[in-house]
């Protein structure tokens, strides 16, 4: 079955940290781009960050909400995507997927994409 996998969610206190990671499961995903999407209750799916290639020299995009605090990179070896979160806000909480993308020139598009995982919780909480 062709799909991404994401796992690293979970409960974690204002001002924190926590490291979510993507994977390819049933496809080879080289000639994708991957991107970030949440989406937390009560509010539309947004698009937070992309990067442009997954061979460990991609671009990364971020949407102004997460700037500054969210780091997406590619690890090759591992072949994963990982999103590195900090400063957490009570506004992060969502479900968190990833989802392959045809093209990454700025905060991801959700009619860019391709494949999806089914999502990993983020609850930030005191």
């Known amino acids: 079955q062709v799909q991404l996998v994401e796992s690293g969610g979970g409960l974690v206190q204002p001002g924190g940290s926590l490291r979510l990671s993507c994977a390819p499961s049933?496809?080879?995903?080289?000639?994708?781009?991957v991107g970030w999407f949440r989406q937390g209750p009560g509010k539309a799916r947004e698009g937070i960050s992309c990067?442009?290639?997954?061979?460990?020299?991609?671009?990364?995009y971020y949407a102004d909400s997460v700037k500054g605090r969210f780091t997406l990179s590619s690890d090759n070896t591992k072949n994963v995507v990982n999103l590195q979160m900090t400063n957490l806000k009570f506004e992060d909480s969502a479900v968190y997927h990833c989802?392959?993308?045809?093209?990454?020139?700025?905060?991801?598009?959700?009619?860019?994409?391709?494949?999806w995982g089914k999502g990993t919780l983020v609850i930030v909480s005191p």
């Open positions: 990067i442009s290639s997954t061979n460990g020299d991609g671009a990364a």
């Open positions: 989802a392959t993308l045809r093209r990454c020139a700025g905060p991801p598009d959700i009619f860019d994409t391709d494949h």
């Open positions: 049933g496809f080879n995903w080289d000639r994708y781009a």
